[in-house]
């Protein structure tokens, strides 16, 4: 009989005389959030090295065991892109797929529009 392992997670729990903050977090929501946050929103890996990024989340990834710094961060995306991509080719196996293209040239500007087709 096998048991299923809780996940890590990281309570921080703040008192003072205006109120109680607590904040729940498990290890792979905060390294998915990072990846979120570089990967699709942009943010730049310097980010996570800011010392008031580091105020705000620095303990809650050391208790959680995940570290801010920017090659780590830039590993993780890269597995994320890694995992994404083996899944796409997954599913796009055996499918016949094209890519239909349109451009045109309006002052010395460029324009091109990329469209996928599946049949």
């Not at 309570?11 to 570089?38: D, H, Q, R």
């Not at 920017?70 to 899944?87: A, G, P, T």
């Not at 997954?90 to 087709?117: G, N, Q, R, W």
């Amino acid at each position: 009989m096998s048991t299923k392992q809780k996940p890590a997670t990281a309570t921080l729990t703040k008192s003072s005389a205006s109120g109680e903050v607590t904040i729940t977090m498990t290890t792979e929501a905060l390294k998915k959030n990072a990846v979120e946050m570089t990967a699709f929103n942009g943010i730049s890996l310097r980010f996570f090295s800011q010392p008031e990024v580091l105020a705000l989340l620095g303990e809650l990834a050391r208790k959680l065991g995940v570290s801010l710094n920017r090659n780590d961060i830039k590993k993780l995306v890269r597995d994320e892109y890694e995992s994404l991509k083996k899944q796409l080719k997954s599913k796009l196996s055996h499918k016949f797929v094209y890519l239909k293209m349109d451009a045109c040239t309006v002052e010395h500007t460029t324009v091109s529009i990329t469209s996928p087709c599946q049949e």
